[in-house]
């Protein structure tokens, strides 16, 4: 029934920008922080970023904090990552995550996950 769909990744040059966005139906959206998390082949899945609920309050990987923006249109259900000035170590596959806990999400944790979405950076 809960389901989060990412979209927006694709093949960008180094120093390129792009957006994805992540959908959210079937659950009630204002009650839950949201997170960015990828994975490239072979690695662990790292956090990448997270908002809480009303979307003041963001938080960042030192990897990516300057860079990337994530924000939230409660409206919408939907959740976007903004990534400017992209370098080939931020290729992987983006997901999407949704929790009621703000901490929980930092720690890697979630009731949700997305399906995930390619970003791939070349040099």
């Known amino acids: 029934q809960v389901q989060l769909l990412e979209s927006g990744g694709g093949l960008v040059q180094a120093g390129g920008s792009l957006r994805l966005s992540c959908a959210a139906s079937?659950?009630?959206?204002?009650?839950?922080?949201l997170g960015w998390f990828r994975q490239a082949p072979g690695k662990e899945r790292e956090f990448v970023a997270l908002?809480?609920?009303?979307?003041?309050?963001?938080y960042y990987a030192d990897s990516v904090k300057g860079r990337f923006t994530i924000s939230r249109d409660n409206a919408e259900n939907t959740v976007y990552l903004k990534m400017n000035r992209l370098k080939p170590e931020d290729t992987a596959v983006y997901y999407c995550?949704?929790?009621?806990?703000?901490?929980?999400?930092?720690?890697?944790?979630?009731?949700?996950w997305g399906q995930g979405t390619q970003v791939t950076v070349s040099s």
């Open positions: 908002v809480n609920w009303r979307g003041g309050d963001t």
């Open positions: 995550a949704a929790d009621s806990s703000y901490a929980r999400l930092r720690g890697g944790r979630a009731d949700y």
């Open positions: 079937g659950l009630t959206f204002n009650n839950y922080g």
